[in-house]
């Protein structure tokens, strides 16, 4: 299974996503707002998810505004933080 | 998933021009808090005689505070609310003007917080649109932690922090709840440093789907359970804060409640809800003793509903 994949299926059930699956969210759509939908209290437990399952920390706004954009931004995130 | 509507049904724009505030600066200057109380008596009793939108902005919680209240007992209850928004205003400019020590803000439980902040999950202070969250928290300066203050400050809002005042450092970090993500990212950074972070729990921002229908005075409301999901994932105790004007120099500051949310809750707003309904019967508690400090001026029990 690769990283993408992991991602949207951890999302899906630890966000508790009850009306989309997680071969439905798309690579480069939008996690907030239009796309997967998500929401600021999402945000809150997605930083927590994140670094529960990757032991990736997402210390601030500004990396929180770089790894939040979709899929694809979250997944190269959390390998550039895991790598270095 | 469908956007639900936005929220926000009131504003923080003061019903004052500059000019007007102005002359209380001048008040304030020449004559100290006296002579502005005294001159703010006629001002707010020319408001709420010839300004009906006034009236009505008062009537939301009022009708719903006193419901058995006739026309000439809610003018007088109109007038008494909006007299003592007015002597807040003028204290907070008070203190700005003439200096911090003019006014005594008083807290009691300061061992309470003390033995909360050593656990190290930071603490988020719930507090309402009630008497002087800007002065109270100068009660405050013995946690030794830095404060966050969760506010959003509208294009044309005149009313000056006292700290403005002077042009002085703002004694807290502002977090913009209508900027990224809704500034939560900020609020679980300051959290996890062990910071206090303020929220006001009384009036909904952003999201609708954020927000719970709780009865407050009689009637449903709706509030919002984004400082509870925080507690929830951040592991910070809430502590429920509402400071009050008590006399003509000074303020208390009234921790009601510490309410701790359990982690794993999940993403509806439902598990919320007995921890809201905490903070609600508080604050519902607090309009009995002091029923003119509660400033939401604006009908929260006609929010639509989404739950």
Known sequence: MNLNEELKKIIVKDLFLEDITWDQIEDDA?????GLGLDSLDAVELVVIIQKHFNVEI??????????QSINSLASFIRERQTS | ????????????RSIGSTFQHNIFYVLIRTGGWRLAYFILHFVVLY????????????SYYLSRRFPAEKSFRRLVSSYRLSLELGKILIDRAVVGILGVDRIKALFNDREILLDLISEGKGVIFLMAHVGSWQVALSALHFLKIPVNMVIHREEGDIDRHYFEHQSMEWPYRVIDPEGFLGGTLEMMEALKKGEALCIMGDRIFGNLKNALGVRFLGENALFP?????????SGAPVVVLFPYKAGATGYGLKLAKVIRVPAGQGRSGEQFLPYLEEYV?????????YPFQFFNFYDMWKTPYVN
Request: glycine fraction near 4%; charge should be positive.
């Open chain 1, 30 to 34: 939008p996690l907030f707002g239009e």
């Open chain 1, 59 to 68: 210390k601030d706004m500004d990396e929180g505004r770089v790894a939040f």
């Open chain 2, 1 to 12: 998933m469908t956007e639900k509507p936005q929220a926000r049904q009131w504003t923080s």
């Open chain 2, 47 to 58: 408001y709420i005689l010839f300004r009906p939108a006034v009236r009505k902005r008062c």
């Open chain 2, 225 to 233: 359970f984004s400082a509870m999901k925080i507690a929830s994932t």
């Open chain 2, 281 to 289: 019967r508080a604050l519902e508690k607090f309009t009995m003793e």
